[in-house]
């Protein structure tokens, strides 16, 4: 499978699924939430760590940042610190990015509601921020409990977030593919009437 191929895999499983295939590994807390109903975000990451409270280095990444690309957004794990709100998000949109991930929360949550623009943030606040410090741009952030680097596949929908470190790429989108389909018939069985204590070997557990 070429890289090109690799990238279409993971973008259009699940996260569930990817989760699954990478050995259960590489999920992020579920205290980041889908913060737009309906959408999914898939893309390598494009890395921002920024000083609690100072968004100028999301401003820089959102210039910088490459058409597709996620940002992931290290700004120090609180909810009363924003790092995202309605005008960035639009500029991202604009450029092309495939959304933000941000251990902060973010800010005029009807206008990114209404580009449909997809964030994973720790929630909204009303507060503003600083733009005095120059921050760090693709070096490695730790995001809801996981270590992103560049480059990193991050993929997220309604269920949470997933990372895919960059070298295990083709690896987990072969899993991956296999999972999906052991889903599909687990559902067939399902449908045909199967009970769960045949179809996962539960008999001993029937006393």
């Not at 990238?7 to 999920?27: M, N, Q, R, V």
């Not at 494009?46 to 409270?53: E, K, M, S």
């Not at 790092?83 to 495939?98: D, E, I, M, V, Y």
């Not at 251990?103 to 997809?118: H, M, T, V």
Request: overall charge positive; proline content about 4%; some cysteine.
């Amino acid at each position: 499978m070429n890289i090109k191929a690799t990238l279409k895999t993971l973008s259009t499983l699940p996260a569930a699924t990817i989760y699954e295939a990478s050995g259960k590994h590489g999920d992020m807390s579920p205290a980041l939430r889908q913060m737009v109903p309906g959408t999914r975000l898939a893309g390598p990451a494009f890395t921002v760590r920024c000083l609690p409270g100072d968004f100028a280095a999301v401003l820089r990444a959102i210039d910088r940042a490459q058409r597709g690309e996620v940002l992931v957004i290290d700004a120090g794990g609180s909810e009363r610190v924003t790092a995202l709100g309605g005008t960035s998000s639009l500029a991202a949109k604009t450029r092309g990015l495939a959304g933000a991930v941000l251990n902060a929360a973010c800010r005029d949550l009807d206008e990114i509601r209404a580009l449909k623009f997809p964030v994973y943030a720790l929630g909204t606040s009303v507060r503003g921020t600083l733009k005095n410090h120059p921050g760090w741009l693709q070096v490695p952030v730790s995001v809801g409990g996981t270590v992103v680097h560049p480059g990193d596949f991050v993929i997220g929908d309604a269920d949470g977030v997933v990372v895919v470190a960059k070298r295990r790429l083709a690896q987990v989108a072969k899993k991956a593919l296999a999972q999906k389909e052991l889903e599909r018939g687990k559902e067939q069985r399902v449908r045909a009437g199967e009970k769960f204590v045949k179809m996962f070997h539960l008999e001993a557990l029937e006393g």
